[in-house]
């Protein structure tokens, strides 16, 4: 799994390239951590190049969400390919994160 | 209540000396005599001795005898004792009024000898009687509370050990319905996977009613689940079932068993008959044929006999319909049996394709002919209904082997992934099928052991026409994924728990999801279909 960070907008954009598992998620887990305590808590998490998340990887975000809320930030979505957005939608993810379609709907807001 | 007293007690209250001397004189020994000289005194002598009868004269100063009954009566301790009005108030008016009061009798003074005997035996007796029935009716009581009890418990171990959800695959259907008779019975049926390619039904009857029969019952099934894990011969399976029930056996009872394993590629059925009433089957021209080998007695009667097993072939349109003899021996009012050949009629007009709807045709006809005769035995139906046509699987079988290692499950989704590459199976699922894979083996591994040594995971996979069937297994200790509460996905962020999460995930993504516990292994089983 892959991590690019960029800015735009005034949001912290992650680009995740590949798939967010067990075995990938500390090191998701560890970049968006470091963003939150830099003071870039206006983030968006962009999922056009991820394959698929399994529920360590919704931990992270769910955790990453509840962090960024607590801070007067947010932890937006975009990008969710169908197998990802049908697990956002089974888990309740879709009604709790903010989900776009894309880059540009999402740093439009 | 009064105590058992050896001698009945009575409690006279009268202002008048003499009457009261006159009654003593007439009732000792006979009876124990209290006396009471004004209504207060009787009112405390009646509460705390609980005499059997009252005497009470009318005409007292202070309260009137009118008054100590309405007392009497009023507290419960005292309101059962039967009172008899001793007075020279003969009027009927007076009367009438003592009566409303609750006074059992009235006596006029100046008292017969033998009126006053013959009335205080009559009473003293009835009290007798309503005390004995009360005692009576507390037990019953006691002693139907302490049943239905029993029944309950019955009925929640039978009940919570038949499978409810019965699946729907492409290749056949599978529905079973028992219904309980009033007194627990011991009937029992089950169905899964033994592996990807073999299925296991059963129907099975225990002899007797009640809680030991359906501990019986448990046990059997539990017998069954642990025999198949490792044996595909049904001969084998009940031989060894029989073994285990009849070593124990005190109470020498026994179990009537039918056991079939379908082959899924083959369409192969092989079965063992001990002591159970023949299935039918309909074949898919409409013939009806029964299938009447039987290959033992009853099982847990007697230890180290062999059974036997016999195959037929099932193909697409034949319907497998197991019963138990609740059934065929369903009675109405006029001692009439349901009987065998009603239920080949049935079958034989029935428009199967549906194993659920014929169980509720046949349910149905049983109860409209049984009317209002009470279900005397438990009423079981399993149908096995076969879709298509039995093919020998052209792809190859996906078998991995993993250590518990968190690294291991990339290797097992690209191994997969390769399979599923050449099996064709598409994309989409193929990622649903990791990130299953991730839920579970993480779990195993994270959860299943508690040493720091190696073990292994084994991962195997079956394509067939339609589905996908998947079976983990591993060593470690008995825990089953599926149990995890499914979590509250409409909760908002701040309420959001991420418990369960990923076990919810899976049971949603796949199409069913099983777990086995057999010896020493736990055993997941996951279909997709495709």
Redesign the interface.
């Known amino acids: 799994m892959n991590i690019t960070t960029s800015e735009e907008n005034n949001h912290t954009i992650v680009s995740i390239d590949g798939?967010v598992?067990?075995?990938t998620s500390p090191d998701l887990e560890r970049t968006l951590s470091g963003l939150i305590e830099a003071g870039q808590v206006n983030l968006l998490a962009d999922f056009e190049n991820l394959?698929?998340?399994?529920?360590?990887g919704?931990?992270v975000l769910?955790a990453t969400?509840?962090k960024t809320?607590a801070q007067s930030g947010s932890l937006k979505v975009c990008a969710l390919n169908?197998?990802v957005k049908?697990?956002f939608d089974?888990?309740?993810f879709s009604?709790?994160?903010s989900v776009f379609p894309d880059r540009t709907s999402a740093l439009g807001n | 209540m009064s105590e058992l007293r050896q001698q009945a007690m009575i409690l006279a209250v009268d202002d008048t000396p003499e009457n009261l001397d006159v009654v003593k004189g007439l009732l000792v020994p006979e009876y124990q005599v209290r006396v009471a000289p004004n209504g207060q005194i009787g009112l405390k002598i009646a509460r705390a001795q609980r005499p059997d009868l009252i005497l009470l004269d009318i005409m007292m100063p202070e309260i009137d005898g009118y008054e100590v009954c309405r007392q009497l009566k009023a507290d419960p301790d005292t309101a059962d004792i039967p009172v008899i009005f001793l007075t020279a108030k003969g009027e009927t008016e007076d009367q009438a009024a003592g009566f409303e009061l609750g006074a059992a009798d009235y006596i006029l003074k100046p008292i017969n000898p033998t009126l006053l005997r013959a009335r205080v035996k009559t009473h003293i007796a009835l009290k007798s009687s309503l005390d004995q029935l009360k005692r009576t009716g507390e037990e019953l009581a006691k002693a139907k509370a302490k049943m239905e009890d029993e029944l309950n418990v019955g009925q929640r171990i039978q009940l919570s050990m038949l499978p409810t959800v019965a699946p729907r695959l492409d290749d056949f259907n599978v529905f079973a319905t028992m219904r309980a008779a009033r007194q627990v019975g011991g009937d029992l049926y089950d169905y899964f996977f033994i592996d990807p390619k073999r299925y296991c039904v059963c129907v099975a009857d225990v002899s007797d009613k009640g809680v030991p029969a359906s501990l019986f019952m448990a046990v059997t099934k539990t017998l069954i689940r642990a025999s198949t894990s490792d044996d595909h011969s049904t001969a084998s399976i009940v031989t060894r079932i029989n073994n285990e029930l009849a070593r124990d056996n005190e109470a020498s009872m026994f179990v009537t068993i039918f056991l079939a394993i379908y082959d899924i590629h083959s369409g192969c059925l092989t079965y063992t008959n001990a002591g159970h009433n023949p299935p039918f089957i309909k074949r898919a021209d409409g013939a009806i044929e029964s299938v009447n080998d039987l290959h033992g007695p009853v099982a847990g009667a007697v230890e180290e006999l062999a059974y036997k097993e016999s195959q037929l072939q099932l193909r697409a349109g034949d319907t497998l319909l197991l019963y138990t003899d609740g059934v065929s021996e369903a009675m109405n009012s006029d001692d009439e049996l349901f009987g065998e050949q009603r239920i080949s009629s049935l079958l034989q007009r029935a428009d199967v394709g549906d194993a659920e709807s014929l169980c509720s045709e046949l349910l149905a006809e049983v109860d409209s002919f049984a009317g209002d005769a009470e279900q005397s035995d438990d009423i079981t139906l399993l149908a096995l209904v076969v879709d298509k046509d039995a093919q020998v699987s052209q792809t190859e079988v996906f078998e991995i082997e993993l250590v518990n290692q968190?690294?291991e499950?990339?290797r097992l989704n690209d191994a997969f992934n390769e399979y599923a590459d050449r099996v064709e199976i598409d994309m989409?699922t193929q990622?649903?099928i990791?990130?299953v894979f991730?839920?579970l083996?993480?779990n195993i591994i994270s959860y299943g052991f508690n040493d720091q040594r190696e073990h292994k995971i084994m991962v195997r996979a079956d394509r067939g026409t339609d589905e996908l069937i998947i079976q983990i297994e591993d060593g470690g200790i008995p825990f089953n994924p599926f149990l995890r509460e499914t979590?509250?996905?409409?909760?908002?962020?701040?309420e959001?728990d991420?418990g369960g999460?990923?076990i919810?995930?899976v049971k949603?993504?796949m199409d069913s999801v099983s777990y086995q516990r057999n010896h020493h292994l736990n055993r997941v089983m996951l279909v997709k279909n495709l």
């Open positions: 798939k598992d067990t075995n394959s698929f998340i399994s529920s360590a919704l931990r769910l969400a509840k809320k169908p197998t049908e697990v089974i888990s309740g009604t709790i994160l | 968190f690294s499950i990339d989409a990622l649903k990791n990130m991730d839920e083996i993480n979590p509250d996905v409409g909760a908002s962020l701040e959001r991420i999460l990923g919810h995930l949603e993504v």
